[in-house]
């Protein structure tokens, strides 16, 4: 399994790259409202490479410096919001990603399964508030904004922006990917509970072997639908920070 910090790294991306598109979009401006002829400075955003969109800015700016300064500190609050609850999504995830999770044997009893089960719905209800946190974005983004004295047109230029600069596609996946991981865990711990003490430790680590083929085949379903589905997370994540 992937190591938690490079993970973290990893999830940051998905909000980074639109930080760093809106630093270059401020720089742009303000080289637009310089009086003197310099080169055109046009924002490396990953982001919008990731989802096919050109890095290009718009032509015939209509942004004021200052009012792009205002804008970005706005922007900042709801990007970083989904940034820190990502983050925390994916500290919980990390718990179960550990291979002692896919070893019925790192359980003390049935009350520890049943204390996983707890952690997991919490895993969910955090997965299903960061997902309501990107659907939400486009709102929240034009509330935040629009509470900075910019004229509407420059900050519905600037939503736009930002919301061009989101790999969309890469995000929904992984939405996707974590609901189809935390059902597989619901039902690999509730396994665990149906057939305590059917498996005994087993010649190679994280490895059981169980009393009952039946059991086994299960079991084997069930653990290798988890590594599939944690191998497909990961690469949707290294599309995103390549």
Do not use: C
Not at 5 to 13: C, G
Not at 35 to 63: F, H
């Amino acid at each position: 399994m992937t190591h938690f910090r490079k993970k973290t790294i990893q999830i940051a991306v998905l909000v980074i790259v639109v930080l760093a598109g809106l630093r270059g979009l401020v720089a742009w401006a303000q080289e637009a409202a310089s009086p003197s002829p310099k080169p055109q400075i046009k924002p490396d955003n990953p982001a919008l490479r990731s989802s096919g969109k050109s890095s290009e800015t718009p032509e015939n700016p209509k942004i004021k410096p200052q009012e792009l300064e205002r804008l970005t500190k706005a922007a900042d609050k709801v990007l970083n919001r989904i940034q820190s609850e990502e983050s925390d999504l994916y500290l919980r995830v990390s718990y179960f990603e550990k291979p002692s999770r896919l070893d019925p044997n790192s359980y003390a009893s049935k009350d520890e399964v049943a204390q996983w089960q707890g952690m997991l719905q919490q895993l969910k209800e955090k997965h299903d508030l960061v997902a309501q946190l990107y659907a939400d974005v486009g709102k929240d983004l034009e509330a935040q904004l629009l509470n900075t004295s910019a004229s509407g047109e420059a900050a519905a230029q600037f939503k736009k922006y930002i919301m061009d600069g989101f790999p969309w596609e890469t995000i929904e996946k992984k939405n996707n990917l974590l609901s189809d991981f935390i059902d597989e865990q619901a039902k690999l711990l509730l396994f665990y509970e149906k057939n305590w003490g059917s498996w005994t430790r087993g010649s190679e680590p994280n490895k059981p072997e169980f009393t009952s083929a039946s059991a086994a085949n299960i079991y084997k379903r069930l653990r290798d639908q988890i590594l599939k589905t944690s191998e497909e997370l990961e690469k949707e994540y290294k599309a995103i920070s390549e």
